[in-house]
């Protein structure tokens, strides 16, 4: 719960991962950068709210269609939607796309700047998203090797 100037915003909680890395699901989505995405939103907060045991979503990339901030300003609101009537949040597990600008990516999501072409995400034991870019480079060809 936020407070600012004696008004208090709405409480919000969210899921985490159980540590035995079963009994979850996570949505997928990815290349949201244009179209209706309020009314996909919407349909993810049903999802949500039907499905409790959905953890998170997970975003392929292609947040944006450009690197621009009020592109990702617009996506982080529409994203709000997807919070339930009881206040739980979707969080997102992202991945950077070829469109989002790598810089304005790290800063939309607090991600340090890093020049890797994959990373890891751990959802309790035995679990584990590879995210590969979609770029191929030098080192994620090695990796793969």
Same mark, same amino acid.
């Given at each position: 719960?936020?407070e600012?100037?004696?008004?208090?915003?709405?409480? =919000?909680?969210?899921?985490t991962?159980?540590e #035995?890395?079963?009994?979850? /699901? %996570?949505?997928?989505?990815?290349? &949201?950068?244009?179209?209706?995405?309020?009314?996909?939103?919407?349909?993810?907060?049903?999802?949500?709210?039907?499905?409790p045991?959905?953890?998170? =979503?997970?975003?392929?990339?292609?947040?944006? #269609?450009?690197?621009?901030? /009020? %592109?990702y300003?617009?996506?982080? &609101?529409?994203?709000?939607?997807?919070?339930?009537?009881?206040?739980?949040?979707?969080?997102?597990?992202?991945?950077?796309?070829?469109?989002?600008?790598?810089?304005?990516?790290?800063?939309?999501?607090?991600?340090?700047?890093?020049?890797?072409?994959?990373?890891?995400?751990?959802?309790?034991?035995?679990?584990?998203?590879?995210?590969?870019?979609?770029?191929?480079?030098?080192?994620?060809?090695?990796?793969?090797?």
């Open positions: 719960m936020l600012s100037d004696g008004n208090y915003s709405k409480p =919000l909680h969210f899921k991962a159980p #035995s890395g079963t009994g979850f /699901s %996570l949505l997928h989505g990815a290349d &949201s950068r244009g179209g209706a995405r309020n009314d996909m939103n919407i349909r993810m907060k049903a999802q949500l709210t039907e499905n045991e959905i953890l998170a =979503l997970l975003h392929s990339g292609d947040f944006v #269609s450009s690197g621009k901030w /009020s %592109l300003s617009s996506w982080l &609101s529409a994203h709000e939607l997807t919070t339930t009537d009881e206040g739980r949040v979707l969080p997102l597990v992202p991945v950077h796309g070829n469109h989002d600008g790598r810089e304005l990516y790290c800063q939309a999501f607090d991600f340090e700047v890093v020049h890797t072409s994959y990373y890891t995400t751990h959802f309790g034991k035995g679990v584990t998203v590879i995210s590969l870019l979609s770029k191929p480079t030098d080192e994620l060809t090695a990796w793969l090797e």
